[in-house]
């Protein structure tokens, strides 16, 4: 599955007809998923910004992440993505009303170590929030470091752009 500009085009419009802005929070993918957005010229209009958050110290600073949903999920689980994703929209509301701003968020193990058997290398939760939007979703990756940082920044756009359509399209 792969995005390209023309897509991330379709995400900024959309995103723009109902006057939202994209802000992500990133902590496997390392800010991969902001670098595709803002190789589109003119993402400014509809990309706030993003955290990279890879340590759950920068989870709970920047984005609120508690520590008793860290210790009792993990980092990579549906509660911290959810926490993750609210927490970058709250992050950004200065300027913003948190109600305009969609926040998507990438927690997973991108190997080649620290998977386990439940949660094995490749193991990526990805989570949309914004007003009227909640999805938390597992994938199970395959393949090296790269791929798997890929496909999940891929998957995230892809669910960011999925949530848009069935708002307005």
């Keep these: ?9 379709r995400i900024g419009n ?25 190789n589109l010229p003119g993402s400014s209009e ?18 609120g992440v508690t520590p008793e949903t860290l210790t009792a999920h993990g980092a990579v689980s549906k509660e911290t ?3 993750m994703a609210r ?6 509301a200065d300027d ?5 701003i969609v926040g998507a968020a990438v927690s ?12 094995p290398v490749g193991t990526v939760w990805i989570g949309i929030s914004g007003s009227g939007i909640a999805i938390e979703k597992r994938f199970q990756f395959e393949g090296s470091r790269d791929s798997v ?12 752009d999925e949530a848009l359509s069935e708002i307005i399209f």
């Design 1 to 9: 599955m792969d995005i390209d500009l023309p897509q991330i085009d």
């Design 14 to 38: 959309k995103l723009m007809q109902l006057g939202f802005f994209l802000t992500t929070a990133e902590s496997c993918t390392g800010g991969l998923i902001g670098h595709m957005i803002t």
């Design 46 to 63: 509809f990309f706030l910004g993003g955290h990279i958050v890879y340590a759950n110290a920068a989870k709970f600073r920047f984005l």
């Design 81 to 83: 993505v959810r926490a």
């Design 87 to 92: 927490g970058v929209r709250d992050s950004f």
């Design 96 to 100: 913003v009303p948190v109600e305009k």
């Design 108 to 119: 997973g193990i991108a190997g080649p170590g620290g998977g386990t058997a439940e949660k």
């Design 149 to 160: 940082k890929q496909q999940a920044a891929t998957h995230a756009l892809h669910l960011v």
